[in-house]
């Protein structure tokens, strides 16, 4: 079928759920708060599904020339023992930043498509009209799910804080390291450029509070292993993002009426396995899918639901099981040993 479509928030979900109705032939008008795409984020994985999706709308081989994949990707100790490995040709991981993503979405997308500048309104929400579907791509805190779906729970803490940045230079590996309730990853960027984050357990950073940031992470990471220090070493003079991490209660159906969310909006996560914005790019290209080729939008709305409901499920829960076990306090030891036994026997 036909139509036309409100998307709310001109994210990554947002957007790639833009190209693939413009694909299917529906009239599509994205409404974004923001002035232009951010020019902020770190790297985002892109894993086979996700991949497969970009391949569908014809992005796929855009995303695959600016994305870089990393050899090996190592799971260890703060010795610099690793616990476990996996090579990147079997996890088929591709690793972009946030703002070139959203860059390959955008390129080519018909002028005035996409209202920057233009937050919407609850009552735009309910009204929609002359609009047939409302697309809540309007991540976390979604005003669509807030008003569309009543009793759907607000976000919870996870009881871990992020924070991010980058750091010049580039690397090969992407390390994940594990220590007693915080870890530290470092992954590529771009050819020029190494992403980190650290994650920490929110009573590790009390009495903390207003230090500055790359003080603490030089004074809590010091003594890791060398990949974690160099990065600790350029930290300064460098931009870090910190944020409290959320995930989303399980909503009972991603479709109320003719509102329907994704990405965020549906089932934000924890980012333990890197899967968020993978998801929301397979949502979105499911969700236009049907859109294009069931006969109603009741019968498209309830294909997607069922697609797209039972495996964000899974992930998000998931997630949340890594969130908890990589920054664990105090099996920390069993946790490590365990993960060395499973790493021989994968
Ligand atoms: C610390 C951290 C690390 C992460 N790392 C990874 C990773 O490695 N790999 C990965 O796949 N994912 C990762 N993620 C998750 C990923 O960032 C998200 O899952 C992804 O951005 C979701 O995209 P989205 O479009 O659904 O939502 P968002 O990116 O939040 O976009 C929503 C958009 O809606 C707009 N909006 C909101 N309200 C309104 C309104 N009322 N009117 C108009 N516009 C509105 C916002 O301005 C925004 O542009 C990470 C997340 C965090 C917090």
Do not use: K
Request: net charge positive; proline share 5%; hydrophobic share 40%.
């Amino acid at each position: 079928m036909r139509g036309r479509a409100l998307l709310v928030g001109g994210g990554i979900a947002g957007l790639t759920a833009a190209r693939g109705l413009l694909r299917a032939g529906w009239e599509v008008e994205v409404r974004e708060r923001r002035e232009s795409p951010p020019d902020i984020g770190g790297a985002l994985s892109l894993w086979r599904e996700g991949m497969a999706a970009l391949d569908r709308i014809g992005l796929g081989e855009r995303v695959r020339e600016r994305a870089r994949r990393p050899s090996l990707g190592v799971i260890a100790a703060p010795s610099g023992r690793a616990l476990t490995a996996v090579g990147s040709q079997r996890a088929e991981v591709h690793l972009i930043s946030r703002s070139s993503l959203l860059d390959v979405l955008v390129e080519g997308l018909p002028d005035g498509l996409v209202r920057w500048n233009t937050p919407v309104t609850e009552a735009d929400v309910r009204d929609a009209e002359g609009f047939d579907v409302v697309v809540g791509a309007d991540g976390i805190h979604s005003l669509v799910r807030r008003t569309a779906f009543p009793g759907a729970a607000d976000p919870r803490p996870l009881g871990t804080v992020a924070y991010r940045g980058a750091v010049p230079g580039a690397v090969d590996l992407a390390t994940e390291t594990w220590g007693r309730g915080m870890l530290f990853g470092v992954t590529s960027m771009d050819a020029h450029t190494t992403n980190w984050f650290a994650s920490l357990r929110t009573e590790l950073l009390r009495g903390r509070e207003g230090q500055d940031p790359v003080e603490m992470l030089r004074e809590l990471y010091g003594g890791w292993h060398p990949v974690v220090t160099r990065v600790l070493e350029a930290l300064p003079g460098t931009a870090v993002d910190r944020r409290e991490l959320y995930e989303l209660p399980a909503l009972a159906s991603y479709v109320s009426g003719r509102h329907v969310v994704i990405g965020d909006a549906a089932h934000a996560m924890a980012p333990n396995l890197g899967r968020g914005a993978c998801e929301s790019v397979v949502d979105a290209v499911a969700l236009a899918a049907a859109l294009g080729t069931e006969p109603t939008v009741e019968h498209a709305l309830a294909r997607y639901d069922r697609r797209r409901h039972r495996p964000t499920r899974m992930v998000a829960r998931a997630s949340r099981v890594l969130n908890r076990v990589s920054t664990s306090v105090r099996l920390d030891r069993q946790r490590n040993h365990l993960m060395r036994t499973l790493g021989h026997l994968v």
